[in-house]
């Protein structure tokens, strides 16, 4: 099953990440910018995108293209990483057995939880007095 390019779209938190995996050199570009530029150099970031590259030992055979969403770095790092999952399984259904083993191919269902009416947030009361 030798396509050109996959497309598959990563989500977690409030971030959406859109994922274009081609065959090529190892180059990830997120929204116009080289990964090292866009990350800022947090290093757990990193490693968190390479993440399902390494355990499919393809690492450096592909060429990712993202464009990504809403939430925060954390959260748009893990909607990269669903993306590039999902593409990978895509590409080749060998790997989909690998990477949901290790529960990447699942969306993360965590979100932030709603402010409560009455409340100062989620789950935080107004101290309680007695008199």
């Known amino acids: 099953m030798e ?30 910018k080289e990964m090292g530029d866009y990350l800022g150099g947090r290093e757990t970031l ?4 390479e993440q399902p590259f390494e355990l499919t030992e393809t690492t450096g055979k592909f060429d990712v293209l993202v464009t ?24 080749d259904t ?13 969306r993360d269902p965590r979100k932030k939880e709603r402010k409560k009416p009455g409340q100062p947030g989620a789950r935080k009361k107004f101290q309680f ?3």
């Open 94 to 106: 060998a790997f989909r057995a690998k990477l949901k083993k290790v529960g990447l191919i699942s």
């Open 68 to 91: 990504v969403r809403g939430g925060g770095s954390s959260g748009q790092a893990g909607a990269i990483r669903h993306g590039i999952a999902k593409a990978l399984a895509l590409h």
């Open 46 to 49: 990193r490693m968190m995108i």
């Open 3 to 32: 396509q050109e390019r996959v497309y598959a779209t990563g989500k977690r938190k409030n971030a959406s990440a859109r994922v274009y995996l081609s065959p090529g050199s190892g180059q990830v570009i997120i929204n116009r």
């Open 129 to 131: 007095s007695k008199r």
